[in-house]
């Protein structure tokens, strides 16, 4: 079946340029999540979805990061003004509900390079 | 989350086993053990979770210790495409995202 998608696959963008990334999570998934991979480092949680409920944004790194999710489907991430240490690979995923017996499923990030 | 020690690399042959250990001490009760794998510039790919029996997938076996002190990922025939990051990493309840450490890199010799 369709795994988690997400567009565009990579994006080179100016400083101080707004940019938005979108996560298409597996079909019947309630949890989106959005991490951060700076190069050669681990994952970096920014944001949770469960549903309807408000989200956790406990992760963002600051204001100008903003994420939204219409119901249990897309899901975009925005980030304003961006700034060089944005530049990073931006990861979705999705799964079965916040459990820790339900593994999530990643899509194969976007690739965002800010000069 | 509790914290998870791999090692930093292990090298195999291809179609032969792999055994890739990890050592959580300080597991909780209610902490399931997660296996995940990162090939090169693709996110993370599910492997494989356990709670406290052995599991068997199609991808791998999960062998836990009696204790949950540690825990073994066995790839019973690698293959080059194994050759990944993989990272073990303790999921408690409620969990928020995934803290993943260092993870251990797999290298697979042709």
């Known amino acids: 079946g369709a795994g988690v998608s997400q567009s565009p696959s990579n994006k080179v963008t100016e400083k101080g340029k707004d940019v938005e990334l979108r996560c298409d999570p597996i079909s019947g998934h309630t949890a989106l999540y959005w991490y951060r991979q700076r190069l050669g480092q681990g994952l970096e949680f920014l944001i949770y979805?469960?549903?309807?409920?408000?989200?956790?944004k406990s992760g963002l790194p600051s204001d100008r990061f903003s994420a939204e999710r219409t119901g249990e489907s897309v899901s975009t991430l925005t980030i304003q003004r961006t700034q060089q240490e944005d530049s990073a690979v931006y990861l979705c995923?999705?799964?079965?509900?916040?459990?820790?017996?339900?593994?999530?499923?990643f899509g194969d990030g976007t690739r965002l390079s800010i000069l | 989350d509790a914290k998870t020690t791999q090692p930093n690399s292990m090298e195999s042959n291809e179609e032969e086993p792999v055994h890739l250990p990890c050592n959580h001490s300080t597991i909780s009760g209610t902490d399931y053990i997660h296996w995940y794998r990162q090939l090169p510039s693709q996110g993370p790919e599910y492997v494989i979770h356990g709670l406290t029996s052995n599991v068997n997938n199609r991808m791998a076996s999960l062998a836990i210790a009696e204790d949950r002190k540690s825990s073994t990922l066995i790839l019973h025939r690698a293959t080059l495409r194994d050759a990944a990051v993989y990272y073990c990493?303790?999921?408690?309840?409620?969990?928020?995202?995934?803290?993943f450490g260092k993870g251990t890199h797999l290298i697979i010799q042709p």
């Open positions: 995923a999705s799964s079965f509900g916040r459990n820790s017996n339900q593994p999530q499923h």
């Open positions: 990493i303790l999921v408690g309840g409620g969990a928020d995202g995934l803290t």
């Open positions: 979805f469960q549903g309807n409920s408000a989200p956790d």
